[in-house]
């Protein structure tokens, strides 16, 4: 079963502003990660938080994590037509691999 | 560094076929694992190795085995090819506990 769900599933905005994406999990983690999928490519690293970590910053990324929640969130500041791509969260608990949500489909609008 | 590798990119089998996935990679990372990815869904976990001679099963394992002889290769066997197994292949390694680097994938069509 897939423990990550992003929220929304899709995401349509305009060039210039924030994208922002949600992701929420069942069960204790050691870490949270983000990547990126470009249509028909492989994945991306973009971001990974420790679940000792609040927040992260990577360029225009900034990474949350609440684990008394058990949710994280990714925001894309001034968003560019090459940011048009799917979103996955996944986590990891152990040494069995990532969990990974359904991901997060973003359209940057020109 | 070539990271990891994938061959091939794309392969058709017919129904009760046998094939071997490549991946390679060459960070000397010990922990490699496979993943599928259907349309519209993230990444389900087949196998995993956290070294070499080491293999488990992930969330979907049926239909498929692994072996690690060396710390650089983790091959994916389809014993007996099913439609159902019709999907994206994503091999991916990295230190435990650390960020995951992903190779290209194959694209498999079982008919």
């Known amino acids: 079963s897939q423990q990550g769900e992003e929220d929304p599933q899709a995401l349509s905005i305009q060039e210039g502003e924030n994208a922002t994406m949600n992701c929420s999990y069942k069960?204790?983690?050691?870490?949270l990660q983000w990547y990126r999928q470009n249509s028909g490519r492989g994945l991306v690293h973009l971001i990974l938080?420790?679940?000792?970590?609040r927040e992260k910053h990577s360029g225009r990324l900034r990474v949350t994590l609440d684990t008394s929640k058990k949710s994280s969130s990714l925001l894309i500041t001034a968003s560019r037509a090459a940011d048009t791509a799917s979103y996955f969260c996944?986590?990891?608990?152990?040494?069995?691999?990532?969990?990974f949500g359904k991901g997060t489909h973003l359209i940057i609008q020109p | 560094n070539a990271g990891v590798t994938q061959t091939p990119k794309f392969q058709v089998l017919k129904t009760g076929q046998s094939m071997t996935l490549q991946c390679a990679q060459d960070?000397?990372?010990?922990?490699m694992s496979w993943y599928r990815q259907d349309p519209g869904m993230g990444l389900r976990l087949i196998h995993y190795?956290?070294?070499?001679?080491?293999?488990d099963q992930g969330e979907v394992p049926n239909g498929y085995n692994v072996s690690r002889s060396t710390t650089e290769d983790f091959p994916l066997r389809l014993l007996s090819a099913a439609p159902s197994q019709t999907s994206v292949y994503f091999c991916?390694?990295?230190?435990?506990?650390?960020?995951?680097?992903f190779g290209p994938g194959t694209r498999l069509t079982v008919t």
């Open positions: 960070m000397n990372h010990e922990y």
């Open positions: 991916a390694s990295s230190d435990p506990g650390d960020v995951q680097y």
């Open positions: 938080i420790r679940s000792n970590e």
């Open positions: 190795s956290v070294g070499a001679g080491i293999t």
């Open positions: 996944a986590t990891e608990g152990g040494a069995d691999g990532l969990t």
């Open positions: 069960t204790s983690i050691n870490n």
